[in-house]
């Protein structure tokens, strides 16, 4: 079975800091896939950023990166520069391959506040 | 990224009615979308997978009888609700997997927030 863990329910970050959100995964699949997204409070879920278990180099978009580290299972979340829009729940998803994962397992989510 | 369309955004309804919600992909085919159902600060939990042509997949636990999807197309899936009760009070959100990149990322809809009186 999948599972992810985000250990923890809130954060919180000035305004310009950088922060980074935690997650770790359990899979026995070889091939995956892990995603991040962003839910703020209008309940529209954002996709941020993927990393395919299989990519040697971490996942950048913009200010989101993720810090992949496979041998750990942790594909945390760093978000550089935080801004007042970046408040938000943030969550952790993991695909794996063959039927019935396809689908995505979330993880329990990180509430980021950033403060002014 | 992907656009997906979901609606209506809320609905208010009597217990016992039906109450239908629309996934779209606007700009994208997807031969599987998703439907989530997420509580009150909680995470999201898979209701169903739905299938472009052929039935819908459904989690433990959700009743196919009670969630009826149908995915008549490659840019459309919908999820009704009958005989809604006030349990059934929730936000359920869809989402669509883009096939093309081979990342299969879902994007998702902006969610509908059922309250059955």
């Known amino acids: 079975a999948q599972k992810i863990t985000q250990t923890q329910p809130g954060m919180f970050v000035q305004e310009k800091e950088a922060v980074t959100l935690d997650c770790t995964y359990d899979?026995?699949?070889?091939?995956?896939?892990l995603f991040w997204y962003k839910q703020p409070s209008s309940g529209e879920m954002i996709f941020l950023i993927y990393?395919?278990?299989?990519?040697?180099q971490n996942a950048t978009e913009g200010r989101y990166s993720l810090n992949f580290q496979k041998a750990r299972k942790s594909a945390n979340l760093v978000i550089s520069a935080s801004q007042l829009g970046d408040s938000a729940m943030y969550f952790c998803?993991?695909?794996?391959?063959?039927?019935?994962?396809?689908?995505?397992?979330f993880g329990s989510g990180t509430r980021l506040q950033v403060q002014p | 990224g992907a656009v997906v369309s979901q609606h209506p955004s809320r609905v208010i309804c009597k217990s016992g009615t039906s109450v239908k919600i629309e996934c779209r992909s606007l700009?994208?085919?997807?031969?599987?979308m998703f439907w989530y159902r997420q509580f009150p600060k909680q995470s999201l939990m898979l209701m169903a997978t739905?299938?472009?042509?052929?039935?819908?997949?459904?989690e433990q636990g959700v009743e196919k009888d009670k969630f009826l999807i149908n995915h008549a197309s490659l840019t459309l899936s919908t999820l009704t609700v009958t005989s809604a009760h006030p349990e059934d009070s929730s936000f359920y959100i869809c989402?669509?997997?883009?096939?093309?990149?081979?990342?299969?990322?879902?994007?998702f809809g902006a969610g509908t927030r059922l309250s059955v009186l």
């Open positions: 989402s669509a997997r883009e096939d093309s990149s081979g990342k299969n990322i879902q994007y």
């Open positions: 899979t026995s699949d070889q091939s995956y896939g």
């Open positions: 990393q395919g278990s299989y990519d040697e």
């Open positions: 998803a993991m695909r794996g391959k063959g039927t019935g994962r396809r689908a995505l397992t």
């Open positions: 700009d994208f085919q997807a031969t599987t």
């Open positions: 739905s299938n472009e042509g052929s039935k819908a997949t459904y």
